[in-house]
């Protein structure tokens, strides 16, 4: 009978370290609508109140000096990072009233906002950072910027990745 209850008991206490360990838990968004503008592939998230729409960098630089940038905040996705780290988009991006995120960096916000930074050149953060984001502000010109990052050097899995998109969105509607 003892012997029972010590197995049960030991079954009980793993079973509740296996769920503990488990990396399935999401902590996802649940504020506001958030319409985003994405240059790039469209991000798989879990959230059902995101929607996003296509953009393409000719929409921050119309001849007319207008942006054609919609929505609560613009992604720029990893594959188009290096074209974003040009100089020719900073004052774009300081024009924007949305926050800029250059998703998939491993770098901070400094490639893209400031001059002669070259993104392949730039230092990598540590912890290994797994978004930045930038909004320009005219009182302050460094303007204010966010890193998105695991928990450590390890590769991120999807579960965390989806969390740093959570964090994002709840970044996005703290500004809005």
Sequence with gaps: MLRKKWVLCLALLLS???????????????????????IGDTPDVSEENISFSSAEFSDLE?????????????????ENLVEASNDKYIDHYNKLDIPVFFIGTTKTHAPFVFDNINYEDAREVSPKSYAAGYLYHSENELGEHWIFSGEDEEELTENEIKNI????????????
């Design 62 to 78: 119309d001849e007319d000096g207008s942006l054609n940038v919609q929505g609560d905040a613009l992604f720029i996705m990893p």
């Design 16 to 38: 509740v370290y296996v769920s503990g360990c488990s990396n399935s838990n999401l902590d996802t968004y649940t504020g506001d609508v958030l319409r985003i503008s994405v």
């Design 165 to 176: 998109y959570s964090d994002i969105f709840r970044t996005i509607n703290n500004i809005k």
